[in-house]
């Protein structure tokens, strides 16, 4: 039985290669095919990449870890004691540790941020805007704020009183490099706090709410005018690549929901300043715009894909259709020689199968080869859309770094080779219901 | 060429045992095509009955029903009524794997278009029967080989049918019909394309299987040399056997070294059989 079956796939194989041009032609239907396929997808996942990370750098990054109320309501009262952010910052530094339990997670940075809405006021007008305490350090690995200087400098360790503003918000203040800067906001104890800062540095992010309304400032001069020391309203976390965000919200919830500090207020908090627990968000939940984005995106690719497979499979169904249209007392000989209707479409799908995988092979190749040459020197769409894209809030940079997943090409070859298997049924369908006396008229 | 569990006939047990099967019975056959403006009645009320190593020629003239009587025979087609029996098994009773696992074993085809596969050498063409039931590689090569020696093909075993004379594509073809040593073959104007030298090769070669083995042949034909050589020769006139005269044969002059003197009896070699 088996040598029955290895002759009929000789055959297909030698049927395969006698159409040469004709199976070159619907194979390069399915190489080119599934290379844009791979290329669009690569593409596809380094812009998503690169749109989740810049805009997480910008946001809370892919996991954001804070106390359960703050997102909602935005107050000092929602805030992580200083316990919390020990524990929190241990459990993040955990991730990346050798030894432990689970897929590796790469942690890039991880920065403590208290953020508070207040009012930034110069001797000729006030703005309302958000204040943000950053360790400067931290922030700078973090967030890419202090690669947007439009002039003077980013925070540094050893700055109390100053602040990095955003240049939109500076010309509405008219403020500049070295100007005094009032900031009021409720503090801790619910008390309306001020703090005099001075300009150091001025940033242009090109989304209009950021340089419109933020202001950073070193985090030991937050905690120390709010009356919070040792607390944060957030512990944010860069990860590698957005594709271990799940995994870091698994290690640190698990990690996080058995640590003792983060089941209650801790000892010496102010009454009600701590939420019972400590809430572990991904950026799909910090930022749901972003990822609707995203979705948004995937699914264009997901239309274009099956518009892609519609045309791949109509090219196959065509070449096998024509070929087995062609050879019709071939397959009237081969069962008058023995073969069952069943063997004889075999026969045919066995041939549209081979031209499946044998396009599947060469398109991932080609794929590779195309990809790597723009994954090499990155594609630059700096041309079609400026250096200022934004998507969802976040600058986005222009220039895209394709990303290569494994899966994504073994998904895509897969897919090929499918949509030629299931092109070829219906061909093996006719060649099975040929009228074999028919077939092999000798005057036809 | 032993198939293992079939005996091989020989020249003396060529001739037919008593108790065996008619090689092909046909009972009441008809074959009617549904066709505008008139169904086509191809084969009507057709019985006929074909004993093993017979050597029978069909003639008779276009849209007689031979090549539609050969194609019931070797159960390619379907009857629209009576029953038609192959070696005792009733082809109407047979499921379509059942069909194509009699058509293996047991029938062998020669088509007027040789039908080569293409895509496959002489040899491989030849042996496909014999790679489709299974038998090993070597014994496979050792029986096309000898058979090509026998048939003048020798050194022709690589090349592909396109590289292939007629007569040679219709040797290999004949080749490929005998070589799982079936107890019929069926033989749809074999000599039609070739010129009289190749014709009377072929013939020759199908004599001396036929004699030599025992394998019933049943031809159809308008080739006189076909006619005059074989055993039995039906006439068919519109679907109906007109007759159905057995004629004594006379091949010794032409053999040559392919195929002995027929100096034995030919299967049912006197006239009258049940188609008259």
Redo the contacts between chains.
């Keep these: 039985m088996r040598a029955r079956w290895l002759v009929l796939a000789r055959l297909a194989l030698r049927n395969t290669l006698r159409q040469a041009r004709r199976s070159a032609l619907t194979a390069s239907a399915m190489v080119v095919g599934l290379a844009l396929l791979m290329m669009s997808r690569a593409i596809g996942d380094g812009a998503h990449e690169q749109w989740i990370t810049d805009g997480v750098r910008l946001a809370l990054g892919h996991v954001a870890l804070e106390a359960p109320g703050w997102q909602a309501s935005g107050s000092l009262d929602d805030r992580l004691d200083s316990a919390q952010v020990s524990a929190a910052r241990r459990a993040v530094a955990e991730l990346s540790a050798p030894g432990r339990t689970g897929r590796p997670v790469r942690v890039r940075a991880a920065a403590v941020r208290l953020t508070v809405s207040g009012l930034a006021s110069s001797p000729g007008s006030a703005v309302p805007v958000r204040i943000e305490g950053v360790d400067p350090s931290a922030e700078a690995a973090f967030s890419e704020l202090d690669e947007r200087l439009a002039s003077g400098r980013y925070l540094e360790p050893s700055d109390r009183l100053a602040a990095f503003v955003g240049a939109g918000l500076a010309d509405r203040l008219g403020l500049h490099l070295g100007s005094r800067l009032v900031l009021t906001a409720q503090g801790a104890a619910g008390d309306v706090a001020e703090q005099l800062v001075r300009v150091r540095g001025l940033f242009r992010t090109g989304i209009p709410e950021v340089d419109d309304g933020l202001v950073q400032i070193p985090l030991s001069t937050a905690r120390q005018w709010l009356g919070t020391p040792g607390a944060a309203t957030a512990v944010s976390v860069l990860l590698g690549s957005s594709q271990s965000t799940s995994d870091a919200v698994e290690a640190l919830r698990a990690r996080l929901g058995s640590h003792p500090a983060t089941a209650a207020d801790g000892p010496g908090d102010p009454p009600g300043a701590g939420a019972p627990g400590i809430r572990v968000l991904s950026w799909k939940q910090a930022s749901p715009e972003l990822e609707s984005a995203v979705r948004i995106d995937d699914f264009g690719f997901y239309v274009f894909m099956v518009v892609l497979f519609a045309i791949v499979a109509l090219a196959v169904l065509n070449a096998v259709l024509m070929s087995v249209l062609d050879r019709e007392r071939e397959f009237g000989v081969l069962e008058a020689l023995g073969l069952t209707r069943a063997e004889t479409g075999s026969v045919v799908f066995t041939e549209g199968l081979l031209l499946a995988v044998l396009s599947g092979i060469l398109g991932v190749a080609l794929g590779f080869g195309v990809t790597w040459l723009l994954w090499r020197h990155g594609l630059d769409l700096s041309a079609l859309y400026g250096n200022d894209l934004s998507i969802s809030g976040a600058v986005i940079n222009p220039v895209i770094v394709p990303i290569f997943r494994p899966a994504r090409v073994a998904e895509a070859a897969a897919y090929v080779v499918v949509i030629g298997g299931l092109a070829s049924l219906y061909p093996a369908r006719v060649a099975m219901r040929i009228d074999v006396a028919e077939a092999l008229k000798f005057d036809r | 060429m032993t198939d293992p569990g079939r005996p091989v006939p020989t020249e003396r047990s060529s001739e037919p045992s008593a108790d065996a099967p008619p090689a092909v019975r046909t009972e009441g056959v008809w074959k009617i095509y549904e066709q505008e403006p008139q169904p086509v009645e191809a084969v009507r009320d057709l019985t006929l009955e074909v004993q093993p190593g017979e050597f029978v020629a069909m003639a008779g003239p276009s849209g007689s029903g031979k090549?539609?009587l050969l194609?019931l025979i070797?159960g390619?087609?379907a009857p629209t009524r009576g029953r038609i029996r192959v070696a005792g098994r009733d082809l109407t009773e047979l499921s379509?794997?059942e069909l194509?696992?009699l058509?293996?074993?047991h029938i062998g085809?020669v088509?007027?278009?040789y039908?080569l596969?293409?895509?496959?050498s002489a040899l491989e063409n030849a042996e496909?029967?014999l790679?489709?039931?299974?038998v090993e590689a070597g014994e496979r090569r050792r029986r096309v080989r000898a058979l090509f020696q026998e048939i003048g093909l020798e050194g022709l075993e690589g090349r592909r049918p396109s590289k292939l004379s007629g007569g040679q594509q219709q040797r290999v073809a004949v080749a490929?019909a005998v070589v799982g040593e079936p107890a019929l073959v069926l033989a749809?104007?074999p000599t039609?394309n070739l010129d009289s030298a190749t014709g009377d090769a072929l013939l020759r070669v199908m004599e001396r299987l036929n004699h030599e083995r025992g394998v019933t042949f049943i031809f159809s034909t308008h080739d006189p040399r076909v006619m005059e050589r074989a055993h039995r020769l039906v006439h068919l006139v519109d679907g109906r056997i007109a007759s159905d005269v057995r004629q004594a044969v006379h091949r010794g002059e032409r053999d040559g070294n392919w195929a002995a003197d027929a100096g034995g009896r030919a299967p049912g070699a006197e006239p009258g059989g049940p188609g008259d």
């Design positions: 090549t539609t194609n070797g390619l087609t379509g794997p194509a696992r058509r293996l074993e085809f088509f007027q278009a039908n596969l293409p895509v496959l496909f029967t790679l489709l039931r299974g490929r749809d104007e039609a």
